[in-house]
């Protein structure tokens, strides 16, 4: 069965220092996602991506996230210069449709910022 | 986006059928219900999307009055392997911002 798979899956930083994760959502798959949840809280919508450009962000996606599709078949976060309350797991996902509301999602990357 | 409720926690037992209940009073007429699972440590993983009356699939049914204020997510015969969090969305589906919410820890216990 297609999956999406996400790499690392555990990313250990200092702060200040870039990290970039990275996704390769289900090859047919038009629509992509970043979700990012801090130990112990909700699922947080950060960002969705359609035809090589952003659709919808939230809030916590400001000038330090960027994603980018460098092929056709990568996903990638990137947050330029990360901060201890970026540590979370963030997790990409992708759709091929979005009436069935249904995303597939990736088993995640933890990053752990000291 | 509609605002959903729902239970924080819940327990249950082994082989009983669990019905976890959210409630969403200003849903729009354009608006879906979905229902998402998530395990410790792993992204949250599709169950069930209804618009009216009962929608069901080899996991879960999806119980939604007429009003559609509330709706119902029922799993039949629970085993331990059920104990997870549920969320349940409400969204437009053609919305590309897909919001969770706190969610339903549920606890199933032997």
């Known amino acids: 069965e297609p999956e999406v798979t996400q790499t690392p899956s555990h990313q250990v930083t200092q702060m200040g220092q870039e990290v970039i994760l990275r996704c390769v959502p289900i090859?047919?798959?038009?629509?992509f996602y970043w979700y990012r949840q801090i130990l112990g809280q909700k699922v947080e919508f950060l960002v969705s991506f359609y035809n090589n450009e952003i659709s919808e962000k939230s809030e916590i996606f400001d000038d330090q996230f960027s994603v980018e599709r460098p092929d056709g078949s990568n996903f990638t976060l990137k947050i330029r210069s990360t901060k201890l309350e970026d540590s979370a797991m963030y997790f990409c996902?992708?759709?091929?449709?979005?009436?069935?509301?249904?995303?597939?999602f990736g088993e995640g990357s933890r990053l752990t910022v000291l | 986006l509609a605002k959903t409720t729902q239970p924080i926690s819940m327990d249950s037992y082994e082989g009983q059928e669990v019905n976890i209940t959210c409630s969403h009073n200003?849903?729009?007429?354009?608006?879906?219900i979905t229902w998402y699972q998530q395990f410790p440590s792993q992204g949250p993983r599709f169950i069930i999307q209804?618009?009216?009356t009962k929608v069901t699939n080899e996991v879960a049914s999806l119980f939604i009055p007429a009003d559609r204020k509330s709706s119902t997510l029922s799993l039949p015969r629970v085993s331990l392997s059920d104990t997870a969090v549920y969320y349940c969305l409400v969204r437009w589906n053609r919305d590309d911002k897909i919001i969770f919410g706190k969610g339903t820890r549920l606890h199933i216990l032997p």
């Open positions: 996902a992708s759709a091929d449709r979005l009436d069935t509301g249904e995303l597939f």
């Open positions: 209804g618009y009216k």
């Open positions: 090859s047919n798959h038009l629509y």
């Open positions: 200003n849903i729009a007429t354009n608006d879906y």
